[in-house]
Structure formats: structure tokens, C-alpha cells
């Protein structure tokens, strides 16, 4: 690491519309080709403008200064609004601080205790399931698995008896919603009523979407309140006017949850279960780690903080392959970034896969090592790294359900790791599609063995 690497590095522009072929591609390649070739403040000029930003203390600049300097009213999040509609993801202003304030009790670490059994009894269930895929010795698409197992907890966390037969159809609704978002927001293109392949399929998985929402929505208000997400919602007031939410803002946070929560936790537990099939000294410390502080029974809520390097390995998988691996945000105004005039009206975009790879911050970067993570051996490192490392984003936009998301990885972590031994496909090629997550492109075969 450098001692200057939280001096802002000087602006370079890339020639006009320089490899713009590239960004429909892979667009994680030609922002990383872009940053190999230009350095950490780059100005690109193409079909979209954009300022390219890997420095650490510019990154946490823009995402601190969100709502007083910067919004999300960019091209990019005006593309999530055709899907996401105006949820708590792409919200802005005065609902965006109402919604946030009346969901943000229901996600704070107290509260996610309610979701602890629920978490455990169905990592238990698929781990029964997963005994056929052993003793059959089958291979199977870890991916497909992880997908159903976070459904399924999302399903039962926000409806007590879950999705039930509608989880399929979710699935296939978040990967419609999740390609379509990943989209380059080319003009015209963008637009809803451009006659693509995609818009239509967006369009017609929306509609699906909503019929159910709106059915479920219309079910539960004839019965008595639960204590699982949607009772919760359905009965939120505003502590000021007294209003609750409608019925169309709760089917745009429950669709948020679920391709913003579910997802990317399949899409990190995923990777992680891949970097630990790729180092067996990790895995044998981590297995070690949960079986002394489990004594092999199932995990308690009580024992979770003690599992210090499983949070670990988890950061460390997160860092190398973060689930949302772009973000970018909007001038409001002129400001000053870097000791730069951006002019009112620009984007300014970072990669989280560029920043958690970037030398300036990471002793060699592509190597997976948790104890990089060990707040004990490494405190002054890990204070340089504290803004170059940011899964859950930071500043006011911060994710709400980052401590949801580590407890259920490291519930179906533990749960999976003390009765299985997984190992990836000798068969699989390793490729990465880059939607709004980036994951082992057709999903990642794998064999398991009991311990």
C-alpha cells in the first residue's frame, strides 16, 4: 500500500468515444481497460459521458456528500426506475427520506434477531434436500440452489408462509429485472416504449409481478397483522402525518428486497463457497473456527458474533466479488471533485470490482486472504481500507439490509460447511456474466461430500 494513496489523482481524458464497442460487451472489462490505460480519474466522452473515479477518498467523497452534492437522478438509475419504480433503490428527496424512515427500524441489528430462525430452519431444509445431490454423487448448479434457498427466506421473512408456488415465477422475474437494469442506457433505447425484445419482456414480467403483489397485498388486509415484513409494512405510519404507505409503494419495496436482498446474497455466498473450494488451509481454519464455537450442533443467534473468522471470509469474498459491482450518481450542482469543475448535470460512475482490486489499497489484490480483514493484526490497515471497501455502498445510501444479508450468509454458511464439503465441477470454465451482479456465467456446477 502507498502512503499517497488518498491524494486525488489527476484527471485524464480518453480520447472521444475510445473503445465505446466495449461497454456493450463487458462492461466491467472496458471500465477496468479504461482505468489500465488512463489512471484512477478518468473523463470518457461517447454516447454517454461519464467521469470515472478509483480513488478511495473520491469514491467516499461523492457517496458521503449523496443528497447535498449528488443524487441518482443519472441515466443509469433512470433505466432502475423502468423497473424498480420509485422504491427505497431509486428514490430521491423528500419520499426517498419518508420511505427510508419508516423501513429503516424493521433492518437494524435488533430487530433482524425475528429473522434468525427462519434463516436456520431453511438453510436446514435445503441441506437435508442436497443429501440426494450426495449420495447420488450428482453434480448441480450451486447457483440455481442458492437462488431458491435466499427466495426462500426473503418469501417467508416478508409473508410468513412464504412464496410458495410464485417462487419460480420470481426467479424468473428477477433475472428478467436484473438483465434488463444491467442494460447500457443508450439514448432512445432506454426508453419503455422502444419495441426491444427486452423492454417487452420487462413490461410482461412487471405485470406478472404486480397481479401477485397487488392479490397478496389485498389478502392480508383482510386478515389479522403478523410480525413478518408485509404485516410490518401495512401497518407503518408516519410518525409526523399519520400516513401509511399505499399499496403500490409496498409492492416497489417488496420488489426491492427481493432483487436487491436475494440475489446478490445467492450471488455472495456463491463466490464465497467457490474461493473456499480453491483454498483448502481457509476452509480447514473456518471449519475449525465453527465447529468449536458450534461443538457441531446447529448455530445459535448468541453465537454468531463469536464466528469472527467466517465474517471474515465472507468480507474477503465480497471484497473480490462484490454482488452490485457498479454504482455512479449526478451532480446536483457545479462542485468541486479532486481539485476538478464538474459542471452540473454530469455522472460520475466507480467500480467496486476496479476499487477492491486496486493496488493502492490492497497488498496483493487478486489473492483471496481473509485475515486482511483481522481487525486485531491489522487495525491501521484496515482504516486505510475502510473506504475502499464498500459492498454495501456508504454515506446516506448505505444498504439497509447489509446486516440482514450477514447473518443469513453466515447462518447458511455454517449451516451448509459443517455437514458438506463442496467442490466445483473439474468440468466447469470458469466465466463471469456481468447483469446488475456478476456471477459465474451459466452458474457454477458443483459436487458435494459429507464430512
Not at 423501513?103 to 441441506?127: A, C, D, G, T
Not at 425484445?197 to 397483522?225: C, D, Q, V
Request: with cysteine; net charge neutral.
Amino acid at each position: 500500500m502507498t502512503n499517497d494513496a488518498e491524494t486525488s489523482p489527476e484527471l485524464c481524458k480518453a480520447p472521444l468515444f475510445y473503445r465505446q464497442w466495449e461497454i456493450v460487451r463487458d462492461p466491467s472489462k472496458f471500465i477496468n481497460v479504461l482505468i489500465g490505460e488512463f489512471g484512477d480519474f478518468v473523463y470518457y466522452r461517447g454516447l454517454i459521458k461519464f467521469y470515472l473515479i478509483n480513488n478511495a477518498s473520491l469514491i467516499k467523497k461523492v457517496l458521503n456528500e449523496t443528497h447535498r452534492n449528488f443524487d441518482k437522478n443519472t441515466v443509469i438509475y433512470n433505466r432502475f426506475r423502468n423497473a424498480f419504480g420509485n422504491g427505497l433503490v431509486t428514490a430521491e428527496g423528500s419520499h426517498w427520506r419518508r420511505q427510508r424512515k419508516l423501513i429503516q427500524p424493521s433492518f437494524r441489528p435488533k430487530s433482524i434477531e425475528n429473522f434468525f430462525q427462519i434463516m436456520l430452519s431453511s438453510s436446514n431444509e435445503s441441506v437435508k434436500r442436497w443429501a440426494d445431490f450426495c449420495e447420488s454423487k450428482t453434480t448441480f448448479n450451486l447457483t440455481e440452489e442458492m437462488n431458491l434457498l435466499t427466495l426462500e427466506i426473503a418469501g417467508k421473512s416478508l409473508l410468513s408462509d412464504g412464496f410458495n408456488s410464485a417462487a419460480r415465477d420470481i426467479i424468473r422475474w428477477t433475472q428478467v429485472i436484473n438483465k434488463y437494469s444491467a442494460g447500457i442506457p443508450f439514448p432512445i433505447i432506454s426508453k419503455k416504449w422502444f419495441p426491444a425484445p427486452l423492454n417487452f419482456k420487462l413490461k410482461r414480467a412487471l405485470n406478472e409481478y404486480r397481479s401477485f403483489i397487488s392479490k397478496t397485498i389485498e389478502a392480508r388486509k383482510g386478515n389479522e397483522l403478523g410480525e413478518d415484513l408485509l404485516s410490518i409494512f401495512l401497518g407503518m405510519r408516519d410518525e409526523e402525518t399519520g400516513q401509511s404507505m399505499n399499496d403500490d409503494e409496498i409492492g416497489e419495496e417488496v420488489l426491492g428486497i427481493i432483487v436487491g436482498g436475494q440475489e446478490t446474497s445467492a450471488t455472495a455466498l456463491v463466490w464465497t463457497l467457490y474461493e473456499l473450494s480453491h483454498n483448502a488451509e481457509v476452509e480447514e481454519k473456518l471449519l475449525n473456527e465453527i465447529m468449536e464455537v458450534t461443538n457441531g450442533d446447529q448455530i445459535k443467534f448468541s453465537s454468531i458474533r463469536e464466528l469472527k473468522y467466517l465474517k471474515m471470509v465472507i468480507q474477503e469474498s465480497m471484497r473480490l466479488h462484490p454482488p452490485f459491482w457498479f454504482e455512479n450518481r449526478n451532480a446536483m450542482h457545479d462542485v468541486e471533485l479532486g481539485g476538478v469543475h464538474i459542471r452540473k448535470g454530469s455522472m460520475i460512475a466507480f467500480s467496486r470490482y476496479a476499487l477492491h482490486r486496486n493496488k493502492n489499497y490492497w497488498e496483493d489484490p487478486e489473492t483471496f486472504n481473509p485475515d486482511r480483514f483481522d481487525e486485531d493484526s491489522s487495525r491501521v490497515k484496515n482504516e486505510l481500507q475502510s473506504s475502499a471497501y464498500l459492498p454495501f455502498s456508504s454515506g446516506p445510501r448505505i444498504c439497509i439490509g447489509r446486516h440482514f444479508a450477514m447473518m443469513e450468509m453466515m447462518v447458511i454458511l455454517c449451516s451448509v460447511l459443517q455437514k458438506y464439503k463442496l467442490r466445483v465441477s473439474s468440468h466447469y470454465k470458469h466465466k463471469v456474466a456481468i447483469n446488475l451482479t456478476m456471477e459465474p456465467k451459466g452458474g457454477l456446477p458443483v459436487i458435494i461430500e459429507r464430512r
